[in-house]
């Protein structure tokens, strides 16, 4: 089966005030494809631009430049009753719930609005509401309160169910448990690997934090200031990091396990990301990377694939 | 005073009670919390929102504003010159003495500990100044040697930086500079890497190690991170609404945590390392501390809960040496 979703070197820059040059390359050529029920993890540092990228990839932004196909149609190029319908099969769950929920409305005008702004009629909205909400381990009782007089877990399953409700083909969860605890964070993952099955929904899955996102997805792409530096299945990119960054990042990760943790060897980069403004020349990662070449400071490394599946940017693995 | 504590022992909190008196009623936030602190040794307080850690450690230096009470219990402390006093019943101006230079605090959200109209060389200085005479010439010269420890480049440059001017890890090492302007016995660390990245989380974790090693200091650590735990700690204490469940070596626990709702939130903690089929999650949410709920407060939620654990609370026994747990489960009636 055709991927769902191909983006192709999809960019967004975003200008600078006070400058007629100046931008923010938020999302610099990023290309990867999305196939049918898989879960793609994007993770990177804060002001790596994945979120951009969730955003740009549903149109919520326009990018600057790129394709982003869904269904042989290029998304960038939809107006209309076309765009509607792609608004529809594509639904984001933001980070933060508190702010992703109208204050002023009850759960159930919320969870009402979608389905009316796309015209679906449901004949006992009651009932039909109880129904989901049981699905999302909520009930009856939360129907007709604000979001304010339920728990951050509790909202976060609202704002799911939101996404879920107009029986989306894709959904772009950015960040979807970084405001919880630990106890509601698992149950939150698992409520959605549970949806995805019945659904049968392809998720990007956009986090910084690392286990989380090897938990969720099948695929996992590093993400480093604009750019993809690393592609490949969640237990490869573990097993067998091939980029520095990546490397580094992974060694970055607090293990729970004392002795692991107090055992294995760890990468400690020097200095943070630099500007997006000015992205260095080359390899962006160069100036923080401890295996720099001169190359790297020089040209950029191409995206390759390095074994089947497992695609890096790096001039290490590059035959030049 | 006629107070002791063991040589060992550098704090020792007996029996905390710290309540808020709101409108909507009385919060239990901290209920007879008691723990120890040992010589250079770093001891974390780990649990979710709300369960009363950052209270807890606030409350040792009497941090806690209206309504907001300490109601009960004793914070031992010896202090440099080996005096021990009870902190939570010194007079405020000797306490004063105290915080910022034996016992000092680095907070979770760097931007907010800096004042945003002063240097960063000028938060040091006020610190130093506040606890000892010393000369201007000579503060410049200790915030620039402070900086270039926490391992700020171009300390010299940075000294004179505003806060704003800074990263939010290049800020939270200049918090670490402050605390420990003063050669603290004890430092108090809540949530110091919360808001950074896993990259530079691991540059500042690194250095508190070395600065725990250089200064020979114990360091308290609040984290709801179970990974932070397991990479820095030597003791832990679990706890959950506002109480102690369990406390042992950070080995012991995480190899074999006994109470229930540690055994729970381990796994629900996703590792990296490990293929995990499902995470397992707690259901239901932490009580209301408002009226907590009689007997074990984890009880509501404990899958192994019997009669006994709802209507009495569980002491907290010794199970093996240096393991220590508040549930029936151990316990012999």
């Known amino acids: ?38 879960t793609f993890g994007v993770v990177g540092e804060t002001g790596c631009g994945k ?62 609005e979608p389905l009316k702004e796309h015209g679906i009629h449901v004949d006992e909205p009651e009932r039909f509401l109880v129904e989901n909400l049981e699905m999302v381990g909520l009930g009856k009782e939360h129907l007709y309160r604000y979001p304010h007089e339920l728990s951050g877990g509790q909202k976060q399953r609202v704002a799911i169910l939101r996404a879920i ?22 149950q939150i993952l698992n409520l959605l690997k549970d949806l995805q099955k019945k659904l049968r929904a392809s998720y990007i899955f956009i986090s910084h934090d690392l286990a989380v996102v090897k938990y969720m997805s099948k695929r996992i792409a590093v993400m480093y200031l604009g750019k993809f530096v690393e592609i490949a299945d969640s237990d490869t990119i573990f097993e067998k990091p091939l980029h520095p960054y990546t490397q580094a990042l ?14 294995k060897k760890r990468i400690i980069l020097q200095g943070e990301p630099p500007s997006p403004v000015n992205p260095p020349p080359g390899c962006r990662f160069h100036p923080r990377c401890p295996k720099a070449m001169d190359i790297c400071k020089k040209k950029e490394p191409a995206m390759m694939e390095v074994e089947p599946g497992h695609y890096v940017a790096c001039w290490l693995y590059a035959k030049r | 005073m006629g107070m002791s504590l063991d040589e060992k022992t550098v704090l020792k909190v007996k029996d905390l009670d710290v309540r808020f008196y709101t409108y909507a009623g009385v ?26 850690k950052t209270v807890t450690t606030r409350a040792i230096t009497r941090l806690i504003e209206s309504p907001g009470r300490i109601v009960g219990g004793s914070a031992l402390f010896r202090r440099r010159n080996g005096e021990v006093i ?32 002063y240097t960063i ?40 930086n505003y806060p704003h001017e800074l990263s939010g890890g290049m800020r939270q090492r200049a918090v670490i500079a402050t605390a420990i302007a003063n050669k603290p016995r004890l430092l108090i660390a809540d949530e110091p890497t919360t808001n950074l990245d896993v990259t530079v989380q691991a540059q500042i974790l690194e250095l508190l190690k070395d600065l725990q090693k250089q200064y020979g200091m114990s360091i308290i650590l609040i984290t709801h991170n179970l990974g932070v735990v397991a990479e820095t700690s030597d003791r832990v204490y679990v706890m959950y609404a506002g109480k102690v469940v369990e406390h042992s070596n950070v080995f012991e626990l995480f190899e074999r945590p006994l109470h229930p709702y540690t ?41 192994l809960a019997k009669d006994v654990c709802k209507e009495k609370e569980p002491p907290i026994i010794e199970v093996e040496p240096g393991h220590h747990v508040a549930c029936w489960l151990y316990a012999r009636r």
Do not use: W
């Not at chain 2, 506040?130 to 940075?158: F, S, Y």
């Open chain 1, 1 to 38: 089966m055709a991927p769902i979703l191909v983006v192709k070197d999809l960019k967004k820059y975003f200008s600078v005030r006070g400058s007629l040059f100046k931008k923010v390359r938020a999302v610099d050529g990023v290309s990867f494809e999305l196939e049918h029920g898989e």
């Open chain 1, 51 to 112: 979120s951009t990228l969730g955003r740009t990839v549903l149109r919520l932004l326009e990018p600057t430049a790129g394709k982003i196909i869904f269904e042989n149609k290029d998304v960038t190029k939809l107006k209309g009753a076309e765009l509607k319908e792609f608004r529809r099969k594509a639904q984001m769950v933001f980070q933060d719930p508190h702010s992703s929920l109208n204050p002023r409305m009850t759960i159930a005008e919320i969870l009402l």
């Open chain 1, 165 to 186: 409700l107009l029986k989306p083909k894709f959904i772009v969860l950015d960040e979807p448990t970084s405001a919880l605890d630990v106890s509601v964070q698992a």
């Open chain 1, 250 to 263: 992974f060694s970055s990760i607090p293990i729970p396990d004392p002795k692991i943790a107090r055992s």
């Open chain 2, 27 to 52: 919060v239990h936030a901290v209920s007879k919390v008691s723990f120890d602190v040992y010589e250079k040794e770093v001891v974390s307080l780990v649990g979710e929102t709300g369960c009363g």
């Open chain 2, 86 to 117: 009870d902190l939570l019943k010194i007079p405020d101006e000797e306490l004063r003495k105290i915080r910022g230079n034996e016992i000092a605090y680095v907070f979770q959200d760097p931007s907010s500990a800096l004042d945003p109209l």
């Open chain 2, 121 to 160: 060389g000028y938060h040091i200085i006020e610190t130093i100044k506040a606890h000892r005479p010393v000369d201007k010439k000579t503060m410049k010269e200790e915030a620039v040697k402070l900086l270039k420890q926490v391992l700020i480049p171009h300390a010299e440059l940075r000294v004179k």
């Open chain 2, 263 to 303: 055994q729970m939130l381990l796994k629900a903690v996703p590792n990296p390392l490990k293929k995990i089929e499902r995470l397992e999650s707690i259901p239901g949410t932490v009580p209301s501390l408002i009226n907590p709920p009689p007997g074990c407060r984890f009880a509501p939620r404990c899958p």
